[in-house]
């Protein structure tokens, strides 16, 4: 089962304090499409339950009603780079006291009753415990309270006597989106786009991204500097390996030549020329003081 917002239409999704039936005279408010974006990919479902009594009382058609909910959807997916971001909208064209018979009458999709959230949970098989409702009238906590969701009442004044109590409040749809999106009730656990969170909440709250940001670049500066390190440190054991080499070769070969000088001086020795091994003899005492030499600059190096 999923899980979805219920949205208010009137002053929660879009500017309207009185009866509209033109949609050209739909205004979103701030924040409204990014702010359905992040709740849309936070895993939630977004129903509009709206009551639409300006039908009961003659000012527009149903007809009008539907037209202005196609100009909201198309706004939304526009502001939002999103297809078909609202799922679905629900009004209720009742009025109790209507001019209208035909729509005169307390019908159970009429907020504060919620009729519109229960049968969007039939359509839409939600889990209404797992759902929330956002809307600016006392009504909209109340429907949605009935219907078993959690609530957001948008008012820049608390709750305003608001009864039942929401969840919560919030000055704006801004802040009401970050609300749930911080609730820790999202079906997807995370990530609000529009507030660009990553996705692990850091410990220090809202100071998190920045802080993520400079944390990351510290980690890639820390690698970065330790694959110099590793490299300066690689780059002078092979020139200290290599200096090793040139001593200890050169110090061979005159230790080498030095064995071989020694062993010709015997030879000559053996054959009774002294002078010879003599001169074969200092050869061989210079070769091996040569190698001496080397090795002592070997260990200097
Ligand atoms: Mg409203």
Redesign the pocket.
């Known amino acids: 089962m999923d899980a979805a917002v219920f949205l208010?239409?009137?002053?929660?999704l879009i500017a309207?304090d009185g009866d509209l039936g033109e949609p050209e005279d739909v205004r979103l408010l701030g924040g409204v499409p990014a702010g359905l974006k992040a709740l849309h990919d936070a895993g939630f479902r977004l129903i509009v339950v709206?009551?639409q009594g300006g039908v009961a009382r003659g000012r527009f058609t149903e007809d009008d009603v539907d037209a202005v909910h196609q100009r909201i959807a198309m706004l939304v997916d526009e502001g939002a780079g999103s297809r078909s971001l609202i799922n679905r909208f629900y009004y209720c064209p009742y009025h109790p006291e209507a001019p209208l018979e035909e729509y005169r009458r307390d019908h159970p999709w009429r907020k504060p009753n919620p009729g519109m959230l229960l049968q969007a949970a039939r359509d839409l098989h939600l889990d209404l415990k797992r759902c929330w409702m956002i809307?600016?009238?006392p009504r909209?906590v109340a429907a949605g309270h009935a219907a078993g969701c959690r609530t957001v009442l948008i008012s820049e004044h608390g709750e305003a006597g608001a009864e039942p109590s929401p969840t919560g409040t919030a000055a704006s749809f801004r802040k009401a989106v970050e609300l749930i999106l911080h609730s820790g009730t999202a079906p997807n656990g995370a990530a609000p786009t529009a507030t660009k969170r990553p996705p692990r909440p850091a410990p220090d709250g809202p100071s998190a991204p920045p802080r993520t940001k400079r944390k990351g670049g510290t980690e890639v500066e820390g690698l970065r500097k330790a694959i110099l390190d590793l490299t300066e440190e690689m780059r002078g054991e092979h020139l200290k390996r290599a200096e090793f080499t040139i001593f200890r070769l050169a110090a061979g070969m005159t230790q080498l030549l030095a064995l071989l000088l020694a062993v010709l001086g015997l030879m000559q020795l053996g054959a009774g020329s002294t002078d010879v091994f003599m001169r074969w003899m200092a050869g061989a005492v210079l070769a091996q003081l040569m190698t001496i030499a080397l090795l002592l600059a070997d260990l200097k190096g």
């Not at 208010?8 to 929660?12: A, H």
């Open positions: 208010d239409r009137d002053n929660t309207n709206t009551n809307g600016d009238q909209d």
